[in-house]
Each structure stands twice: as C-alpha cells, then as structure tokens.
Antibody, heavy 119, light 107 residues
C-alpha cells in the first residue's frame, strides 16, 4: 500500500526550531518529487516546499530562509526543518507525493502532523 | 506568483443536487489544474488532474472542465460522503498555489 506518514509535530515556543519527518512506503521513493503543504486552523492549503528526485529544492517567498526541505532516500524519508518559528507557522503540515508525468499532481498525501507555536 | 480565486467559499446543498465550484487563475496555467477533496482530520484526496482527468477510483459523478483561465468542478448528484471542503490548485509553475477552498455543507 502506498503510504505517507508524518511525524515530529509539537508545541514549540516562538523562535524555536522543529524538524518534521515524512516516512514513505509502498513505492520507489527515490523516483518521486516530494512536497510539504500546510493548513492553519480555519485557513486553506498552502504549499511550503518541494524537493525533486535529484535533490533540487523550492520554497515560496513567505518561508524562504527559515524552512529547509531535505530527503534521505535510503530511509524513504523527507524532512522539513523549520527555524525561527512564528505564531503564524501554527498549522497541520502534510507531505505529498508528486506525479511528475501527470501535470505535477499531488496524488498521495499523509494525514499530517500538528505544529503549535506558542509561549 | 499565480493567484487562484475559488468560488463560492461555502455552499449548502442536498443529497442528489448538482453542484458546481469555480476557480479562476490570475494568468494562464494551460490545463495544469487539480482538484482535491479534504475532510477534517484526513489526508487531502486527489479528485481530478489536468483540469478534467478523473483520478483512478474517483466516482464518475465528479467532473472537471476548463475554459481559458476559468475552471469548474461539477458533482452531478451529491452523495452523503461528498460533504467536505474542495480546493483547486495550479501546478503550472512554482510556487504552486491553491484556491481558498469551498466548504460544501448539507442543507
């Protein structure tokens, strides 16, 4: 079964750091681009990072410099390092697989991990 | 960056109704438009990609269409399991962007 499972979400103080993990199974992980998407309470989905199968990374301007996506193909895992956490980073963070040959669609998603930034 | 404007933001409908959700891109995105269904506490689910191609396993009551930079998601006959929030997303160019969502509620 193709599956993505996120972990690492926590209650963190403003200014702190956190590393989220996403474990993949059921497919050849190294062949796929991977993404992180977040949803704040009462808000919509927001794309926050991507990493290609070759390791190229992309971010929106709103998180550039604070978010770092990485992958470890040997462990079938993708990570999101978040530094200098702000209250507005409070959200559920989802990882998603991109099917590059099908219009860059996110065809598999995890159920998310919750990050709360509060003092 | 490309802005995706989705409407309506919420919609009340009954089982059996036909509903349409629209999404407009701020610039051309060809047909790089995807639709997702999201229920609270669950993983978002891909419904349609490339504006009109039904993802495997998705019921045929869901359909998508495109006209220029305007896109529509239609549910032909609402079922109880369809009450959720729907998002469009452009995957034409990074940063990929989503519409603000349409919450479909039971009337």
């Amino acid at each position: 079964e193709v599956q993505l499972v996120e972990s690492g979400g926590d209650l963190v103080q403003p200014g702190g750091s956190l590393r989220l993990s996403c474990a993949a199974s059921g497919f050849i992980f190294s062949s796929y681009d991977m993404h992180w998407v977040r949803q704040a309470a009462g808000k919509g989905l927001e794309w926050v990072s991507s990493i290609g199968s070759a390791g190229d990374t992309h971010y929106p301007g709103s998180v550039m410099g604070r978010f770092t996506i990485s992958r470890e193909n040997a462990k079938n895992s993708v990570y999101l390092q978040i530094n200098s956490l702000r209250a507005e980073d409070t959200a559920v963070y989802y990882c998603a697989r991109e099917v590059g040959l099908s219009y860059n669609t996110f065809d598999v998603w995890g159920e998310g991990t919750t990050v709360i930034v509060s003092s | 960056d490309i802005q995706m404007t989705q409407s309506p933001s919420s919609l009340s409908a009954s089982v059996g109704d036909r509903v349409t959700i629209t999404c407009r891109a701020s610039q051309t995105i060809s047909t790089y438009l995807n639709w997702y269904q999201h229920e609270p506490g669950k993983a978002p689910k891909l419904l349609i990609y490339a504006s009109s191609i039904l993802q495997s396993g998705v019921p045929s009551r869901f359909s998508g269409s495109a006209s220029g930079t305007d896109f529509t998601l239609t549910i032909s006959s609402l079922q109880p399991e369809d009450f959720a929030t729907y998002y469009c997303q452009q995957s034409y160019i990074i940063p990929y962007s989503f519409g603000q969502g349409t919450k479909l509620e039971i009337k």
